[in-house]
């Protein structure tokens, strides 16, 4: 719930801030699910 938190305050201080982290955040979920395909198969 912080962490949500601490998002907002990013997101509301620095818009450029966000995306990024946004675009990281989105890189190492299909990442994760690249590995866990892999694993499967």
Do not use: W
């Amino acid at each position: 719930m912080t962490f949500i938190l601490i998002l907002i305050i990013i997101v509301n201080e620095n818009d450029y801030q966000y995306h990024y982290v946004a675009y990281n955040t989105i890189k190492k979920c299909i990442g994760a699910l690249n590995i866990y395909v892999y694993v499967k198969l």
